[in-house]
């Protein structure tokens, strides 16, 4: 597509329950990225798939959070037993990736709440 | 580890006021440097990019400047208007790290 597609683009829900984050990179981008912005607060990196593997997800905050890739384009963002500290901002991001950087393209990223 | 942070964090002036927006980095061993602006609410618009070889990139009225020696960054915005109300982050990619890692960055008003 023209640009990075995140969904849903809102999203409200209780206590304990699992959410699923969509991001659709650009078509042909082999590097994608999640990030996450709280209230306040700075991009704090999560995790960074190059093709359909992850060789850093060093920011995953705990074993509540998982993604995956697949297909080298669309990435889920798994939230397992929601806390209301994991309400943020969720941005995505893809990067055509191969020798030399063309700089990173962000959606406009899922807003979670928690209550 | 790098670190990145930006001066002022917050920023208000007049209407038609050039203006200057700063970011410094750690460590110098970096691919490039992306400055982003921010609407409440929205994600991230991608504004310049400045390969690690270069030292300045123009799009209209806004201008960035690169020095990797000295691990700075700034971004001029000449005849502000109230529309570049907004916040600025700047973010450097060390390459090595396959991550941006973002500074704090600016909350800009422009006063009508």
């Known amino acids: 597509g023209a640009g990075v597609s995140q969904s849903p683009s809102n999203k409200v829900t209780e206590k304990g329950k699992d959410v699923e984050l969509r991001c659709d990179p650009i078509?042909?981008?082999?590097?994608l990225y999640w990030y996450r912005q709280s209230l306040g607060q700075g991009l704090e990196f999560l995790i960074y798939?190059?093709?359909?593997?992850?060789?850093?997800k060093s920011g995953l905050p705990s074993d509540r959070f998982s993604a995956e890739r697949t297909g080298g384009s669309v990435s889920t963002l798994t939230i397992q037993r929601t806390q209301q500290e994991d309400s943020a901002v969720y941005l995505c991001?893809?990067?055509?990736?191969?020798?030399?950087?063309?700089?990173?393209?962000f959606g406009s990223g899922t807003r979670l709440t928690v209550v | 580890k790098q670190e990145v942070t930006q001066i002022p964090a917050a920023l208000s002036v007049p209407e038609g006021e050039n203006l200057v927006l700063n970011c410094s980095f750690t460590?110098?061993?970096?691919?490039?440097l992306q400055w982003f602006r921010q609407d409440p609410g929205k994600g991230l618009t991608s504004l310049l990019l400045?390969?690690?070889?270069?030292r300045e990139q123009t799009s209209g009225r806004l201008n960035a400047s690169l020095d990797k020696s000295s691990g700075r960054s700034t971004l001029y915005i000449a005849a502000s208007q109230p529309g570049d109300s907004a916040t600025y982050l700047c973010?450097?990619?060390?390459?090595?790290?396959?991550?941006?890692?973002f500074g704090t960055g600016t909350l800009l008003a422009v006063q009508p």
């Open positions: 973010a450097v990619d060390g390459g090595a790290t396959n991550k941006l890692i």
């Open positions: 460590d110098s061993a970096i691919y490039n």
């Open positions: 400045i390969q690690s070889s270069q």
């Open positions: 798939f190059q093709g359909n593997s992850a060789p850093d």
């Open positions: 991001a893809s990067s055509l990736v191969g020798g030399v950087s063309y700089g990173y393209t």
């Open positions: 078509s042909g981008h082999t590097a």
